[in-house]
């Protein structure tokens, strides 16, 4: 059952509650692999549901527009003190309700419209808010996008000086939604420098391992870091803008009153809790563990004749191009997840495929390893995944049944945060 439990939902809403404890129980029974997910800790789900909801709080503490917010202001307070002790910085902004709007307020804070933008092409493993042409930001200013080299699939520093030399960006953004490799943080500070460009780092994927210890940080290269509060972090759904304290004005004025109103307390609570987490001895030792998981997984991968974006990994991510495999991602990833194996399918630098139905998936480590697998068990989990493609190719349910079923007895053994069974 779901964990806190749901009794007034239940006899209030049934419909919905059973909708709710039949999700607990998937994510309980498969091994969940998108990149972008993971399982916050029960401590951070109370947070994320308690009367803090009731709450309005536009502004920011001790400079409100609403009265009673007596104990708001040190929780976000708290929040805050949390963040910049974690990551080290002059500042930091909780307010954001998610990584799009986080990056917008960069835009908003440093940028007119028709300004120009450079960040990694969305093809290449950038993100949407990095000046894509269907994004807001690819269409109220000047995107001029960087790639990875063909060959090697990592980016050339190289180049992407030439190309900032050539277009004299205002910001320049590095990290993406698919970049399996450690991002050159002094790299690019010294092509923003060169440029007069301001450094954005987007490190939502990474935040989790740069706090624990297993990947480089931005701080102290980058002017500004944006990040989501889950995925490695192991927070509720939502984000963070840390900044010198140069930029700390700008930034606040571009998120409130520049992009939204009130703050969600409940958020803001829950991401208090995480912070705290992410400080622990424990916690140190998961980012790790993430990273040895995501290069066990990659090694087995490879041996099982899956062609890996960059040839492997050096965080929580796993790119493969299955054109090897005589399979596109989508159908890929749809007998996956019939399989009790969650991931999604996505674009590989210089697919040939449409995005809807592109050649790759995508996959991380992040939550298998809270849930407590280790390396050896990663060999086993490539061998099902070799497995389930072979049987979709030849439309074999029964295979792909018994996979899952495989899988579900597996998890039994690795309790979730959130679930307990009835």
Not at 59 to 64: H, I, L, V
Not at 71 to 97: C, M, W
Not at 149 to 164: C, K, M, Q, S, Y
Request: with cysteine.
């Amino acid at each position: 059952m779901h964990v806190p439990p749901i009794p007034h939902l239940t006899a209030e809403d049934p419909q919905l509650a059973t909708l709710i404890e039949a999700e607990a129980t998937r994510q309980h029974d498969k091994l969940r692999m998108i990149a972008s997910e993971n399982y916050v800790s029960e401590a951070v789900l109370e947070a994320s549901s308690t009367v803090l909801t009731n709450k309005y709080s536009e502004g920011y503490a001790g400079k409100r527009y609403y009265e009673g917010q007596q104990l708001i202001d040190p929780i976000e307070t708290l929040a805050i003190d949390r963040a910049k002790s974690l990551f080290g910085v002059d500042h930091a902004n909780v307010q954001p309700y998610s990584g799009s709007p986080a990056n917008l307020a960069v835009y908003l804070a440093f940028l007119q419209p028709g300004d120009t933008v450079m960040g990694m092409a969305l093809p290449m493993g950038g993100h949407l808010t990095h000046g894509w042409s269907v994004s807001a930001t690819g269409k109220w200013f000047n995107p001029v996008r960087y790639a990875v080299n063909r060959e090697t699939g990592r980016i050339d520093l190289d180049e992407v000086r030439d190309l900032a030399l050539a277009e004299r960006p205002k910001v320049i953004f590095c990290g993406g939604t698919a970049v399996p490799r450690t991002i050159d943080f002094p790299g690019f500070a010294a092509i923003a420098r060169e440029v007069g460009a301001v450094l954005v780092a987007d490190i939502a994927h990474i935040a989790g391992l740069i706090a624990g210890g297993a990947h480089p940080s931005p701080v102290g290269h980058a002017d500004v870091i944006t990040t989501t509060t889950h995925k490695t972090l192991r927070g509720p759904r939502g984000a963070m803008i840390m900044a010198t304290a140069e930029h700390a004005t700008a930034i606040d004025k571009a998120v409130f009153p520049g992009l939204q109103g009130g703050p969600h307390n409940h958020t803001t609570a829950a991401i208090a809790v995480a912070l705290r987490e992410a400080g622990t001895q424990d916690f140190r030792r998961y980012a790790h563990h993430v990273v040895a998981n995501a290069a066990a997984l990659a090694t087995a991968l490879t041996e099982h004749g899956f062609t890996l974006s960059s040839g492997g990994t050096d965080n929580h991510l796993i790119l493969a191009d299955l054109t090897s495999k005589d399979i596109a991602g989508k159908p890929a990833a749809q007998a996956l997840d019939r399989a009790g194996i969650e991931l999604n399918y996505n674009t590989v630098p210089y697919d040939t495929r449409k995005p809807f139905d592109p050649s790759g998936i995508r996959l991380g480590t992040a939550a298998l390893t809270t849930r407590g697998l280790t390396e050896e068990h990663m060999p086993q989990v490539a061998a099902w995944m070799d497995e389930t493609v072979a049987a979709a190719l030849k439309d074999d349910e029964a295979t792909i049944d018994r996979i899952a079923g495989e899988v579900r007895d597996l998890l039994a053994a690795f309790p979730m945060p959130g679930y307990r069974a009835a």
